[in-house]
Structures are given as structure tokens and as C-alpha cells.
């Protein structure tokens, strides 16, 4: 682009679409009558000449040059993965829309690559992020009035070859069992499991009537197999002493062949909590999470980062729950990694006091 100053003498009477206004013009009033950004066709021509200005300051489109508007729908398009939107653009930023109700998935590789070309402005939510159905996930900008072609085509290509750079992973529906421990005392049970079926009803998911059991190896593993064989996906286990080396939910995994994945977090609070493997009778693997006594409704914890990621499909492997560190100190600030689970809540507002 070319920098011009323009006088009123100067303006031409016809259009010239290859100028463009780095200005916003406005009228006696203070109301913009010719945005920054405009081409200056006849009729952005015959507003600037009714109103008062002495200079204008406009840039020329050069071969080659993609003009914002164009350039930043191209951008948008190519960014947007599955179950993402294009939305309108609003003050030259294009919003990318949650199409669904999911998890946020960011290709940070991609979206760093696409914001090193000269021009370019992506920005989204952090990865992992529970969104609603509508809500902006992202926004794309092109910083000046136009850029390159080859700079633009150099976004799209690496956009593309990721089949976008901004996803949404849609929550599936989940049968989901849970195993409460009496040793919780019947208003905790009770709690627990007003508590776990709401926030599971959130996400789409249904919840199988629970088995209260006294916390016995053989009564617990009995438990686990009756809720597996009623269609439980994923087991929630309540009421657990993980530090316990012999705290008979143990001796349960051991009879069932299950293997824990990982034991502990590293995030707080929910720090004691666990995940493992079982197979079922069909052979498929379920996935359990044990939790201490008030892990399901003492406040947001780590559980409820983990439930989105199950409830999307995704496997919790020892690696990626490693990466629970970072971010893991989950301080009030931290409110907005939770899911909302009723409608007008603040993120990660308790259900239960």
C-alpha cells in the first residue's frame, strides 16, 4: 500500500476504489459519515465532499493487495473447523461462533504460524475452554487496510492443512454409573448424587440410578460390575481414601482387573483424585474417576475440568493429565474454565454449599 494525503481540490468527482480511507470522517455532529477502511467509491465521494475536512489521509491498493474486508472473510473461512461458524463481521473483526455446546480446540502450532505473517490478527479462547452454543470462540482481524495475496494464501494453506484452526469437540451423550460409599452418611449420598446428576444433565449425559455400598473390596468391585453391566460408560466412585494403600477400593480395581491410569493430580483443589481402566463384559474399556469424600460438591475442582474432556470422547492418558499443571492452581480467577451448569450461573459457581 501507498500512503496519500488528499485535499478537497484533489478528491476525484468519479470513484476510486483502489484508495482507501485510514481515516473515520465524521459530520458536524460527530457521527462517522465515511469509515476508516472505505474504498472510495462515487458514493463514499459525494458524503466526504458535503462534509467539512481539509485533508484526508487514504492508502492505494498496489497489485497484489487484498483488501481487509475481503481478506479477513477469507481468513475466517479458512480458520473455522468443525462446528465452528462464521459470523458477521463487527468493527473489522470477524467472529468465529461456537456452533454447539462443547470444548474449545485450539491448534496452537496453527494459530501461532498463521499470527507470524505480516497483517494477520487471530485470537481465541484458551484451549480446552467449555463454551456455550453461539458464544465467540475466536476473533480474526487484518491489522492494516489490505495485505498481500501471498501472505493471506500462506494463512489459508496452513489453516487448511489442519482442516481449520479453531474447533469445537460437541459433548456425546454418556450413560454414567456411580458408586457412593455409605461411610459418607446418608445427607452426603443424598447430596452427592442430586449434585453428579445435575452436572451431567449439563452436558447431555444421563446418569444410572447409583449404588450406595458399604466400603467393602468385594461389595465395591460387585458394584462396579453391576453398573458396568447396566451400560455405565464411565464410573464415578465417591467416598475413596486414595492415600490409603489399603483403602478397599483397592482391593475392588484389583478384582475386576482394572489398572489405574494415573493417582493424583496435579492440580488443586481435587488433587487426590484418580483415574483408571476397567474392561467390561464386551470387551470395551471404561473409564472410572474416584474421588475423596467431597470431591463431587464441596466446590469446582479438577473433576469438572476432567467431565468435559470425557464427555467429549476424549481418552484421559498419564500424559495428558500431566498437563493439568499448568493452570492448575484453580483460584477463583480460574471461574471461567468451568462449565456454567445452570443456566445464569458464573462459571464454576458451586451448586451445593
Known sequence: MKPYRLTRTELAADESPQLVLAQDVRDAAGRIVAPKGSRLTSQIVERLRTND???LHAAALEAGDVH???????LA???AGRDVEVGAMTAGHWPLVA????????DVDALRDVNALPGIA???????QVVEQKETVARGKIVPFAIPEDALASAERIARSRDGAVHVRRFIPFSVGAIIQESLGDRAMTRAHAVLAEKLGWFGSTLLAPCFVSPRGTELAQALRAQMAQGAQILV???????DPLDPMYEALDQIDARIERQGMPAHPGSLLWVGYAKASDGEERTIIGLPSCGLFSQASVFDLLMPKLLTGERLTNESLAELGHGGLLTRDMQFRFPPYRSGARRGEVLEE
Open 53 to 55: 475536512w481539509s485533508e
Open 68 to 74: 481487509e474486508f475481503e481478506a479477513g472473510a477469507r
Open 77 to 79: 473461512r479458512a480458520v
Open 99 to 106: 456452533a454447539v455446546r462443547g470444548v474449545v480446540h485450539v
Open 122 to 128: 487471530l485470537y481465541t479462547l484458551f484451549d480446552g
Open 237 to 243: 466412585v465417591a467416598g475413596s481414601r486414595p492415600m
